[in-house]
């Protein structure tokens, strides 16, 4: 039975901080479906990731962000925008760090500083450290900067998750939902068909690689029975191509099967995937290409 005296809670939430600390992880841990990709090889995600939690009095949007670093290319930079922008569209902000972490950079901590809003320290992969070396991590943090709230979890296993949504939903407003209550996300599918090709890039692929890699989905069609979906692998420079393709076109196609799995998990049925590999020349350093491709 739904209490009528609890007022509809809703508001948009930014998960931050820096690679590899467990953000993608979380989101599909509260979604309990998988709408982020996610790798052991840190800066995997590279959008704005928008995934919609509802329950009967609440809806939370939220945003998962590539990891926090010193942008180097066009990509990277643009990928910094994506943060920036969560924070600010945020009504509250996830700063996520993992239990062992030693090494918390200055610059992550910049724009929290200057927006003034409701942030939570989230201390992730509580299962791979000891209670000491956590309690430190959240007092040293705490002494920097003014948390409204320090949450312990284990993105991974769910522990700790419930009390993280408790501390959210203290620190939204009332307001209506903004999306239909069965909504996931507002990404369109051939959104995801091409994150989840390129989440087997980073899987199959090694070293700079991945990082040179995006992928473009050319045709997206719905038929009848089954979801064919022309896509592109874009890398860097000639070289990379070849590394793609493999020897007789065994990498490829081991690429393909998997991502066509992948996708087919996905969205429900069977689809058919037309994988190709195209070069455009340093596209990372180009601000147009960049921006072409979605970013």
Same mark, same amino acid.
């Given at each position: 039975?739904?209490?009528?005296?609890?007022?509809?809670?809703?508001?948009?939430?930014?998960?931050?901080?820096?690679?590899?600390?467990?953000?993608?992880?979380?989101?599909?841990?509260?979604?309990?479906?998988?709408?982020?990709?996610?790798?052991?090889?840190?800066?995997?995600?590279?959008?704005?990731?928008?995934?919609?939690?509802?329950?009967?009095?609440?809806?939370?949007?939220?945003?998962?962000?590539?990891?926090?670093?010193?942008?180097?290319?066009?990509?990277?930079?643009?990928?910094?925008?994506?943060?920036?922008?969560?924070?600010?569209?945020?009504?509250?902000?996830?700063?996520?760090?993992?239990?062992?972490?030693?090494?918390?950079?200055?610059?992550?901590?910049?724009?929290?500083?200057?927006?003034?809003?409701?942030?939570?320290?989230?201390?992730?992969?509580?299962?791979?450290?000891?209670?000491?070396?956590?309690?430190?991590?959240?007092?040293?943090?705490?002494?920097?900067?003014?948390?409204?709230?320090?949450?312990?979890?284990?993105?991974?296993?769910?522990?700790?998750?419930?009390?993280?949504?408790?501390?959210?939903?203290?620190? =939204?407003?009332?307001?209506?939902?903004?999306?239909? @209550?069965?909504?996931?996300? &507002?990404?369109? #599918? *051939?959104? %995801?068909?091409?994150?989840?090709?390129?989440?087997?890039?980073?899987?199959?692929?090694?070293?700079?690689?991945?990082?040179?890699?995006?992928?473009?989905?050319?045709?997206?069609?719905?038929?009848?029975?089954?979801?064919?979906?022309?896509?592109?692998?874009?890398?860097?420079?000639?070289?990379?191509?070849?590394?793609?393709?493999?020897?007789?076109?065994?990498?490829?196609?081991?690429?393909?099967?998997?991502?066509?799995?992948?996708?087919?998990?996905?969205?429900?049925?069977?689809?058919? =995937?037309?994988?190709?590999?195209?070069?455009?020349? @340093?596209?990372?350093?180009? &601000?147009?290409? #960049? *921006?072409? %491709?979605?970013?």
């Amino acid at each position: 039975m739904s209490d009528t005296n609890t007022p509809h809670k809703s508001g948009y939430v930014a998960i931050v901080g820096k690679p590899n600390a467990g953000k993608s992880t979380l989101m599909n841990q509260i979604l309990g479906t998988k709408l982020s990709i996610t790798t052991h090889k840190a800066q995997t995600t590279r959008h704005q990731i928008i995934g919609i939690h509802s329950e009967e009095n609440s809806q939370i949007i939220f945003l998962d962000t590539p990891g926090i670093i010193h942008p180097k290319y066009e990509l990277q930079k643009a990928m910094m925008r994506f943060v920036e922008k969560a924070e600010k569209e945020a009504d509250v902000i996830l700063f996520i760090v993992e239990a062992k972490e030693n090494n918390m950079p200055e610059y992550a901590f910049d724009s929290l500083k200057q927006m003034k809003k409701p942030v939570v320290l989230v201390i992730n992969k509580i299962d791979e450290s000891n209670q000491e070396q956590i309690e430190k991590l959240a007092k040293d943090l705490n002494d920097y900067f003014e948390f409204n709230a320090t949450v312990y979890i284990s993105a991974l296993n769910g522990e700790g998750v419930p009390g993280l949504m408790e501390s959210i939903s203290k620190l =939204l407003l009332p307001g209506p939902p903004f999306y239909p @209550k069965d909504e996931l996300s &507002e990404h369109p #599918v *051939r959104f %995801f068909a091409a994150e989840l090709i390129r989440e087997q890039v980073f899987l199959q692929y090694h070293e700079e690689l991945p990082y040179s890699a995006t992928v473009d989905v050319i045709i997206y069609e719905e038929r009848e029975d089954l979801d064919y979906i022309n896509a592109e692998v874009i890398v860097n420079r000639n070289s990379q191509k070849g590394m793609i393709i493999g020897k007789g076109g065994r990498a490829i196609k081991q690429l393909g099967t998997a991502a066509r799995e992948s996708i087919e998990e996905f969205v429900g049925r069977k689809v058919f =995937l037309d994988l190709h590999v195209k070069v455009r020349d @340093k596209w990372r350093e180009n &601000e147009n290409m #960049v *921006r072409n %491709f979605g970013y």
